[in-house]
């Protein structure tokens, strides 16, 4: 009997050892735990944070690419704008090209209707100073001075049919007609000096109508 009393008195004691150690061991539990829950609380504030900066960046990068688009549809409008400016000043140029083309040949037809014209009412008279288009020897005249070539130019030895440039025929280069007895110019021609040789070129086209060769010596 005293046997059985004392292992009862030993099993109790034992209990009342080890419950303590299990509730401290509950509390270091619960502890535990809430210092968990406490950490896991700022790390859900820095995800939610980092989640909301990463929406705002997407947003941000989106109204970016819509407005990079826009910038470019807008070039790409002036682009096309250009080009077609570009292109009606190309179509107004070569119309305004075809313009002054045409006119220019009707100005070259009239010249060369008004030549035919000229050459047609003009007719040398018959003189035993020439033969043909080559002046006397013995009716040769002295050169009044030293005739200068146009600058740039050299001497030519002009027949009918062919065309002067301008600088031959400028006015230091006319010739009084009256004072050798020359044909008398058509109008809108004049005789001018080309070295030895007098020339009768219509001003306007520079085109020869006649030739004397070697009047002056």
Known sequence: MKR????S???LLAGATVMPAAAQDVRARVVAGASAQDNKGPMRVDRREDRRGNRENRRDDRRDWRADRRDDRHDRREDRRDWRADRRDDRHDRRQDRRDWRHDRRDDRRDWRQDRRDHNRYARHDDRRWRGYQWRPEYRYR???RYVYPSGHRHVRWTVGHRMPPAYYGRPY?????AYRLPPPPYG???????????????????????????YY
């Open 9 to 11: 008195m030993a099993v």
């Open 4 to 7: 059985v009393l004392m292992v």
């Open 189 to 215: 021609h004049r005789w001018v000096r080309s070295d030895r040789d007098v020339v009768l070129v219509a001003l306007a086209t520079g085109l020869v109508l006649d030739v004397l060769y070697d009047l």
């Open 174 to 178: 006319y010739v009084d007609y009256s």
């Open 143 to 145: 050169a009044p001075a």
